[in-house]
Each structure stands twice: as C-alpha cells, then as structure tokens.
C-alpha cells in the first residue's frame, strides 16, 4: 500500500481544489504506470504548510519571497 505525502505552501499560494484533484491522480497513475501498484490501495496525503512555518537558508518563505520580489 504506497503512501505519498505532498508537502507545499499554503495561504496565498496554495493549490486550487481542481490542481489537488490533478497532483492525487497523477501521482496514483505514476505509481500504477511505474511500480504495477494497485490505485484502489494508493494513499495520497497533501499537506498545505503555512509560508511562515516553512525555512530554506535560515529565512521563512515569506522572507525569501519579499526578497526576491526587490
């Protein structure tokens, strides 16, 4: 039984409900396609993380984000 947990932004960048649908079927039809798994028992868990709570290089996402906008 595969298992795959998505981990992206939330808030203002978060996925619309029509590109979650996408990302779920997607992912259950690379696992069909490429490991023969079975999509009754494929589990996909996407996780919406707040900018705020999510670092890279000692700075929020929110932080870097700002920045690059300069």
Request: neutral net charge.
């Amino acid at each position: 039984m595969p298992f795959v947990n998505v981990k992206v932004t939330g808030g203002n960048e978060a996925p619309t409900i029509e590109q979650k649908k996408q990302i779920i079927d997607g992912i259950t039809q690379l696992l069909v396609t490429v490991l023969n798994k079975n999509p009754a028992t494929t589990m996909v868990i996407i996780d919406e993380v707040e900018m705020d709570n999510w670092g890279v290089a000692g700075k929020t996402t929110t932080e870097r984000r700002l920045e690059a906008k300069k």
